[in-house]
């Protein structure tokens, strides 16, 4: 109980595409691995996530046109398969943040009606 | 549209597997090494950094089944590998495959081969443009009293009633009128060859009307209509059958009865005429010259086309849009009752009014009313022998899958639910009867061609849109029953039981044998009731053939020819004087003589003569009388036996006093207290009168199946006009061997001149009761199908059970069972069957029988020869088919049998 920072949260559903686009808008293209790293340190490593959820959420991606793939080679020079965002991509961020941002705004009045108050 | 591009892409995903399972792998290897470099960077040790990196993937083989997941459909791919475990199982037993598959094959092409003459002859529109609006006119009570009429009494019209009622837009927006050249066919005469061919005159609307199109040239205009025009229309299959898609037929000239006709269009393929029992070669515009009468009909002056009083024009009518066959035949009726009565003068009130009738042209007409039952009976027969075959099917499946429970209890021991189990089971009966089905539609391709050769229908069967749907859905009916059938014993499998012995398994198919007999005595009673009916058909087409017909056919040809340049009657005569003159001594012939209707043919006059002058009154079925022109040396020439008198001769010429020759009935119906000959019967008046001369014993006139009627020879040459006749020959040898000996003769008369239909006359008489064979055949065979079916079923169930049985039976002679007593259980078993099956199948087979009544001929329904044959017929199969199991059974070792285990 004591140990609460330490206890990781389970990447909640529907989230970790949205992650994913976010994550290649910053870094750019970026293989698996990477990209599960950036979004472990991004949350501060409270978010554990499994690394072998993230290739069906890829080609998901991929498959819907967000993303597109090709093989490259990392910093010390390992072959890596590569993502990056294609336009579609851009736009369906652009406009899943805008949403999330809503959704989270709206959950923040709730959440904390005193304050609104005082 | 992104959802609908994923599922493309996942669609997609299902092939080239191999690159892809590769990449992934590379993808998922280059993950793990990055995450292995990082962990020995953070100073892990090599062992440690490659587990801990698997373990944060999730495993590598879980993570590539996920992402298979997302990659394909899985749904689609389990049923892909359904149907590959099916095909696997199917090649690896070819007999149960192919047995399986030729009995469905059989079922379903049988099926559809009999749907497909169904379908021609009683359901099929015309293939043209909105046929749901074409109508056919009819006059069921026929013509108003007073008119003359050639062709069918309920479907000719007057020239004044087709002028009047295609004046009224109201109803039809355009009415159509085509009337036969000839009885049958027509003489032709393209370049040198005389041929015969089916030719129709037709009014000037006749193709616009129907919306007929065109695959050269084009149709008739209603100028080509009043002017007489000699033009024609060929129906593609005369074009390809005749001149071979020549395009330059256009503008050629065909010569008909040699008349020179100038060739304008060729209809599309498929367009036989509105009458498709008889395909039409071509058309013309009627014509009003005394040559081109309808129907190839003696012309004099009131009976011509334009003539008020000659009816004879069929009529096939378009609706106008919008317009119920109802609301037309209201709006043409008082039309017609006008149009009816011109040329008639005062009608007595007292007579009859003519009908008017609309009837769909859809089916054949005419053969729609003579086919309907028939068919449709023989359609529920093959039903049945589909039943039959559905169930042997489903019991070899219930057998085989039954030895397969292992394999299921396996399956559901690892995780595999009912409906994954329903699924393949559902995969391999789709995929037996999609075989069995494009068998079996081959199967019904030359069946269907089979059955249109031997019913001499002229009907083209095709399969068309219609049929496939009835193929596929009886096809789908059956692959569902089979899918249903073994699942039963598939998921009663409990996963417990993986690797019992198979004791326990012969517990669970005593309760399962029991369906199993059910289904057998089912089978047997279905067999029963084919057999009963096959058996009464085949005893009606033997009295056909053996029928005494009154006159010898043996070395009896038969053939028709028309003079085409002779117009009179006086000229007509002398033709075919000459003609007999030179036929009687062509070598071989022993006699010869003439007839206006053929015999055999289901032709005839029907008329009610005077007799001394009056005539008699009464029903018609009591005071009607049939009669035929017919040539000197008639009764010898057809060995129709002289009661008293004498023959028709050569002395009995035109300007010779009129005689005429009658029949027993005719005898015993007017003359039953007095001598007929020196009596006289014709006219009313004394010059219209003939005298009768001799009696000739009852013979068959139009068919076997007639009763006698009584009937009247006249000499042709004594007769007001002079018909177009046929000739008999009596030979002594071959009669066939003779035509083209014949044909010279007829080649010397004139080069046009062609020999119509020449066949024995026996061979005529046969094809009086075609349609009986055809059913009897079709029966016999059906019944044949169906007990080698019920054979090979209940030969499968027994000798199944035998086999379960083994070891049983191999404990009772240890325990001293005789093999007499071994032999018994098996056979009573099939007895029983067999007992079961025939008290359930008598009563139906009683029924059914009723219902054929009308296709029966000298045979009553209940024949109890029929019944016996048949009840002797399933008994015999079942005793056969139970011979070999139950020998096997009494021939067990004990000492191998209890080993068995």
């Known amino acids: 109980m004591g140990d609460k920072a330490a206890e990781k949260r389970d990447v909640w559903q529907g989230t970790l595409a949205l992650m994913v686009l976010k994550t290649l808008q910053a870094m750019g293209p970026l293989h698996g691995y990477g990209i599960a790293r950036r979004i472990e340190q991004t949350s501060g490593d409270l978010l554990a996530v499994n690394y072998g959820t993230l290739y069906p959420a890829l080609l998901k991606l991929e498959q819907e046109g967000y993303i597109s793939s090709e093989w490259g080679f990392s910093d010390n020079n390992r072959k890596a398969k590569y993502y990056k965002l294609t336009r579609a991509g851009r736009k369906q961020l652009n406009k899943e943040e805008r949403e999330w941002e809503q959704t989270t705004a709206i959950l923040a009045r709730f959440l904390a009606p005193g304050e609104e108050r005082s | ?901």
């Not at chain 2, 039943?387 to 057998?399: E, G, S």
């Not at chain 2, 008329?607 to 049939?626: C, K, L, Q, S, Y």
């Not at chain 2, 045979?859 to 019944?867: A, T, Y």
């Open chain 2, 1 to 901: 549209m992104r959802r609908l591009r994923a599922w493309f892409l996942r669609f997609a995903g299902l092939f080239l597997r191999a690159p892809r399972e590769r990449e992934l792998a590379d993808e998922l290897e280059s993950h793990l090494q990055l995450h292995i470099e990082d962990n020995l960077r953070r100073g892990m040790s090599p062992a440690q950094a490659r587990r801990e990196a698997i373990m944060k993937l999730g495993g590598v083989e879980q993570t590539k089944e996920n992402y298979r997941e997302r990659r394909g459909l899985p749904i689609l791919e389990t049923t892909f590998e359904d149907c590959r475990h099916a095909l696997r199982l199917l090649r690896k037993n070819p007999g149960f495959t192919l047995v399986a598959a030729l009995t469905l094959a059989l079922g379903i092409g049988g099926n559809t081969a009999v749907f497909s003459v169904m379908n021609s002859v009683l359901l099929r529109n015309l293939p043209l443009p909105h046929p749901e609006q074409l109508m056919f006119l009819r006059l069921p009570n026929d013509q108003p009293p007073g008119a003359s009429n050639t062709g069918d009494g309920d479907t000719s019209f007057s020239d004044p009633v087709f002028e009047q009622l295609r004046k009224e837009h109201a109803a039809f927006s355009d009415l159509m009128a085509y009337v036969p050249l000839a009885i049958g066919k027509v003489a032709v005469r393209v370049g040198e060859d005389p041929e015969e061919a089916e030719a129709d005159m037709v009014s000037g609307n006749f193709f616009s009307g129907l919306g007929t199109a065109f695959a050269r040239g084009r149709g008739f205009t209603l100028e080509d209509e009043t002017a007489h025009a000699p033009l024609a229309v060929l129906s593609y299959s005369y074009w390809t059958g005749r001149f071979a898609r020549n395009p330059a037929v256009l503008g050629q000239t065909i010569y008909v009865k040699g008349l020179p006709f100038t060739v304008i269009g060729v209809t599309a393929q498929g367009f036989y005429g509105v009458e498709p029992g008889a395909s039409t070669d071509f058309w013309i515009p009627l014509q009003n010259r005394p040559e081109l009468n309808a129907w190839g009909n003696p012309a004099s002056l009131n009976t011509l086309y334009g003539t008020p009083t000659w009816w004879c024009l069929r009529l096939i009518g378009r609706l106008a849009p919008e317009v119920t066959a109802a609301e037309a035949l209201r709006n043409l009726d008082p039309l017609f009752q006008r149009a009816a009565l011109i040329g008639l003068g005062t009608p007595d009130p007292k007579n009859r009014k003519p009908v008017l009738e609309l009837s769909p042209a859809k089916g054949i007409q005419g053969l729609r009313d003579q086919y309907e039952q028939p068919i449709e009976i023989l359609m529920a027969m093959v039903g049945l022998v589909l039943v039959i075959a559905c169930a042997n099917v489903a019991m070899l499946l219930v057998a085989r899958n039954s030895a397969r429970q292992r394999e299921f209890t396996m399956r559901v021991a690892l995780g595999a639910g009912p409906g994954r189990l329903l699924r393949q089971l559902l995969a391999e009966s789709l995929l037996l009867v999609t075989v069995g089905a494009g068998l079996g539609w081959m199967f019904a391709i030359s069946a269907s061609r089979a059955l249109a050769a031997w019913s001499s229908l002229e009907v083209p069967f095709s399969l068309d849109s219609n049929v496939l749907l009835f193929t596929l859905a009886i096809s789908f009916a059956c692959a569902v029953v089979f899918g249903l059938a073994p699942l039963r014993s598939a998921v009663s499998v409990q996963a417990g039981s993986v690797v019992k012995s198979s004791n326990a398994a012969a517990q669970r198919t005593k309760r399962s044998s029991w369906a199993g007999k059910f289904v057998v005595a089912v089978q047997m009673a279905l067999c029963l009731i084919l057999l009963v009916g096959a058996g009464l058909l085949v005893r009606s087409l033997r009295n056909y053939e053996t029928l005494p017909l009154g006159l010898r056919t043996d070395g009896l040809l038969v053939f028709g020819t028309s003079p085409l340049t002779t117009h009179s009657d006086d000229e007509k005569a002398r033709f075919y004087h000459i003609l007999l003159d030179r036929l009687r001594v062509v070598p071989g012939v022993e006699s010869a003589t003439l007839l206006e209707n053929r015999l055999g043919s289901g032709w005839s006059n029907n008329n009610v003569f005077a007799i001394d002058g009056v005539v008699p009154t009464g029903d018609f079925a009591d005071i009607g009388m049939r009669a035929n022109d017919v040539g000197p040396d008639y009764l010898h020439t057809l060995g129709i036996p002289i009661l008293e008198g004498r023959d028709i001769l050569d002395s009995d010429s035109r300007t010779a006093p009129k005689v005429v020759v009658v029949n027993e009935t005719f005898v015993k119906r007017f003359f039953s207290k007095s001598d007929p000959l020196g009596h006289s019967a014709g006219g009313v008046k004394p010059d219209s009168s003939f005298t009768i001369v001799g009696v000739a014993a009852d013979s068959k006139y139009t068919g076997v199946d007639e009763k006698p009627r009584p009937m009247l020879y006249f000499p042709f040459w004594q007769r007001s006009f002079v018909s177009d006749m046929q000739v008999e020959l009596h030979t002594t040898g071959n009669p066939e061997s003779l035509i083209s000996s014949v044909r010279a003769v007829l080649h010397d008369l004139d080069p046009n001149l062609p020999m119509q239909k020449p066949m024995t006359q026996r061979a005529q008489f046969d094809v009086s009761f075609s349609q009986p064979r055809l059913f009897a055949r079709l029966s016999m065979f059906f019944g044949l199908l169906a007990v080698l079916l019920v054979a090979t079923g209940l030969y499968g169930t027994l000798a199944y059970r035998v086999s379960r049985r083994t070891s049983e039976i191999g404990v009772r002679m240890a325990l001293g069972a005789q093999r007499i007593a071994v032999l018994w259980m098996v056979l009573r078993e099939s007895l029983l069957i067999s007992v079961a099956g025939v008290a359930a199948g008598v009563p139906l087979a009683i029924a059914g029988a009723q219902l054929m009544r009308s296709m029966l001929f000298g045979v009553m329904p209940g024949d109890s020869r029929s019944f016996l044959e048949a009840l002797l017929g399933v008994t015999l199969v079942a005793l056969i088919a139970s011979a070999i199991p139950a020998r096997r059974a009494a021939s067990v070792d004990p000492i191998v049998a209890l080993r068995y285990e």
